[in-house]
């Protein structure tokens, strides 16, 4: 590794594994140009250096961060993590990386004025940098694990929404575009940008093939991990949404915005009067609708996770608590199994006698 002047006063460093330059980097500073050096030195004999962590501010790395998060994850995840990570007050930014605390993170998150989803949001992206962290040799461990957000709901309030609320809503739609666009969210649980890139040919035999996703202001992208998952069509929207898309090209969109451009979520929610046929609910929700309706139908939380491509199973079993009747079937094989019925004649019998 070497750290080079340029004619432009800046510092260009260069990393070699033998006589291979694997990187190149230019800073305005030597210091910054030593430290990354070094951090590079510790990355690719994969070890941990004390002195990188004391020597690196959280500035100085959380600009590194985000230069290498570039092309490796989706443009939106970036620009979130460059929203919460910019905005870190000026006393951590001027931290050295490895001497920050877990107490420290969590007392940051606890003061931000924000709702418990953006706090849970700003942890991810501080997990994801302090994760990154550890990778680089800056410190051995991550502060922002483990931080729990104080008065967040296990489940959102729309768990409690039915599909026969979700109709009713939709009735007072016009457009029918918007009307179909709202039900078949409800009945499959894609998520909005899932919505906008479903094309023509991902529907087929009463089934949803779901591998792309078009966030607002941003590319249209591959889902998470890249693999495409299918996702059933209820008989209730089915015919509705094959008639939508007869004797249109495979390549269209399923759905558009009435003018045939990409639907945006503040015109809908502006057109369909949203403040006044969903008060309670966010568009999103219709997606935690479907989801609650699943369990309650009794779909197994396995088959639930898959649909829904969550994480992981325990985020699935977070909405458990609304499977009232698979919850009341489930007793009533306990109380067969324990003899409950039969017990209660037997015991009923014996006072009886007793008397």
């Given at each position: 590794m070497s750290v080079d002047k340029l004619p432009s006063g800046r510092?260009?460093?260069?990393v070699k594994r033998g006589r291979l330059v694997v990187s190149t980097k230019t800073f305005d500073r030597k210091k910054d140009a030593l430290a990354w050096e070094a951090a590079e030195r510790v990355h690719l004999?994969?070890?941990?250096?004390?002195?990188?962590?004391?020597?690196?501010?959280?500035?100085?790395?959380?600009?590194?961060?985000?230069?290498?998060?570039?092309?490796?994850?989706?443009?939106?995840?970036?620009?979130t993590d460059r929203r919460f990570l910019n905005a870190l007050p000026v006393s951590i930014g001027r931290s050295p990386v490895g001497e920050l605390t877990?107490?420290?993170i969590e007392r940051y998150v606890h003061r931000l004025r924000v709702s418990a989803g953006t706090k849970k949001r700003a942890i991810t992206s501080l997990s994801a940098?302090?994760?990154?962290?550890?990778?680089?040799?800056?410190?051995?461990?991550?502060?922002?694990q483990g931080i729990r957000v104080a008065g967040e709901a296990s489940v959102h309030s729309a768990t409690m929404a039915t599909w026969d609320d979700v109709e009713q809503m939709a009735a007072a739609i016009k457009d029918p575009g918007y009307r179909l666009y709202i039900r078949?969210?409800?009945?499959?649980?894609?998520?909005?940008?899932?919505?906008?890139?479903?094309r023509?040919?991902?529907?087929?035999?009463?089934?949803?093939?779901?591998?792309?996703?078009?966030?607002?202001?941003?590319?249209?992208?591959?889902?998470?991990?890249h693999q495409a998952r299918f996702v059933p069509v209820a008989?209730?929207?089915r015919a509705d949404l094959e008639q939508h898309i007869a004797h249109r090209s495979p390549r269209e969109r399923v759905f558009t915005a009435p003018g045939g451009g990409l639907i945006a979520s503040r015109n809908l929610r502006r057109d369909v009067h949203?403040?006044?046929?969903?008060?309670?609910?966010?568009?999103?929700?219709?997606?935690?609708?479907a989801v609650s309706e699943w369990v309650r139908a009794g779909v197994p939380l396995a088959t639930v996770r898959t649909w829904a491509r969550h994480s992981s199973l325990d985020l699935t079993s977070r909405y458990t608590h609304v499977a009232g009747s698979e919850d009341a079937a489930a007793l009533e094989l306990v109380n067969g199994r324990a003899g409950v019925t039969r017990g209660s004649h037997e015991v009923g019998g014996s006072l009886e006698e007793a008397n």
């Open positions: 510092f260009r460093v260069r004999a994969g070890g941990f250096d004390p002195r990188l962590g004391k020597s690196t501010t959280v500035a100085v790395a959380v600009t590194e961060f985000l230069a290498e998060r570039e092309g490796r994850v989706a443009g939106s995840t970036v620009a877990h107490a420290e940098f302090f994760g990154w962290a550890v990778q680089r040799g800056y410190r051995m461990d991550n502060p922002a078949v969210m409800a009945y499959t649980g894609l998520r909005p940008g899932e919505m906008r890139a479903l023509v040919g991902d529907v087929s035999g009463g089934r949803l093939r779901v591998l792309r996703s078009h966030p607002e202001g941003h590319r249209e992208k591959d889902v998470k991990n008989v209730a929207v949203w403040a006044r046929i969903a008060p309670d609910l966010r568009l999103y929700d219709l997606r935690h609708v």
